[in-house]
């Protein structure tokens, strides 16, 4: 069996050789790596960011896009990122938390909006975007964007009401410890899994339950092993855009300026295709398999696990710290004032 240190270096040897050759050839190479598989909304950006950074460069620079699995888990994907073999890749809060705890503020449950459009005015918020890019420069990344995937959506093969519903649960949740937090609250076993392990768990009955965004549980066929899917409106899944630190410092002002363009219009297309990926993978769903039972959860029932959730933020504060509290106090200032501004 190959040892971890032997695949990492063969790893890192494998795309490094690929990027001399592609240096020889002429383009410039930049490598972006998604947490997600081909046809998913990550894929959408990356394949939306190829397109422009290509066409606008004129044939000098290459972007070759790793879709999940390609380089390993996120937290590899991150390490190779964080290293310097590739130049840009997605990095969810579900992951990057371990690193900057800070920026597990966006798993909180029942802290942003239940409107869209009123958690998309918070993260476009100039405040808060500087205090995320100070967090991410400490670690030696470059933030870029941060965007809503969409509403995360339980998938289970018991209805769920309420927070007891949920006691004795198998529920898999990404690897944060916050989000551990959050479904402890509500009684579930919170079980860690990577994403690629997700759907034999279910199928072997290891897990009783997930949570993803629509799109991701229609093109990973969750819906398949699960008999429900549960809108709590509980959280969206946002993920951040990310660069390379040193890589991006390190552009002409030209190129990166270039970068920052395009990533400008990204944001505003990716708020309108994740609405339509999930709605159009919520009707696949519901063609592929009629009888899966969607749930939508009242007023009155979101009201309770409202009130459960509240002691995660304290739980938040304690693995974040105090800068963790200032950065929680600024969302909720936000939201404060973007819902007013609507009302």
């Not at 995937?149 to 009401?161: A, D, R, S």
């Not at 660069?243 to 552009?251: D, E, H, M, P, S």
Request: aromatic residues 12%; contains cysteine; glycine residues 6%.
């Amino acid at each position: 069996m190959v040892s971890k240190a032997g695949f990492w270096l063969s790893l890192v040897a494998v795309v490094w050789l690929a990027g001399c050759a592609q240096q020889r050839q002429g383009p410039e190479t930049w490598r972006f790596a998604i947490e997600e598989t081909r046809g998913s909304v990550q894929d959408a950006y990356a394949r939306r960011f190829k397109e422009l950074i290509e066409e606008k460069a004129g044939g000098q620079v290459r972007v070759k896009i790793y879709p999940y699995g390609a380089l390993g888990t996120s937290d590899q994907t991150t390490e190779l990122l964080y290293n310097g073999t590739l130049q840009f890749a997605m990095a969810s809060p579900g992951h990057l938390g371990k690193l900057i705890p800070e920026v597990q503020v966006l798993l909180l449950h029942y802290l942003f909006s239940a409107d869209q459009a009123v958690n998309r005015q918070v993260l476009e918020d100039p405040e808060l975007k500087q205090a995320f890019d100070e967090l991410y420069a400490e670690k030696g990344f470059q933030l870029l964007s941060i965007y809503s995937e969409g509403w995360q959506v339980w998938t289970t093969n018991e209805p769920i009401h309420k927070p007891s519903d949920f006691q004795g649960v198998k529920f898999r949740v990404m690897t944060s410890p916050l989000l551990l937090a959050a479904y402890q609250a509500y009684g579930a076993s919170s079980t860690p899994l990577p994403y690629g392990e997700v759907y034999s768990a279910l199928q072997l009955k290891m897990i009783d339950g997930q949570v993803n965004p629509i799109f991701a549980i229609q093109e990973m066929s969750f819906y398949e092993v699960c008999d429900y899917l549960i809108f709590a409106r509980q959280a969206q899944f946002f993920t951040t855009a990310v660069a390379n630190r040193k890589f991006y410092q390190g552009l002409t002002p030209e190129r990166r300026q270039l970068v920052d363009d395009v990533i400008a219009q990204l944001h505003g297309e990716i708020f309108e295709l994740q609405k339509r990926y999930n709605q159009e993978r919520l009707e696949q769903i519901k063609e592929a398999r009629p009888d899966v039972q969607v749930v939508r959860l009242t007023p009155e029932e979101r009201a309770r696990f409202i009130e459960a959730s509240k002691p995660v933020r304290q739980r938040y504060v304690e693995l974040a710290g105090p800068r963790g509290e200032k950065l929680l106090e600024l969302v909720v200032r936000l939201v404060d004032e973007a819902q007013s501004s609507r009302d």
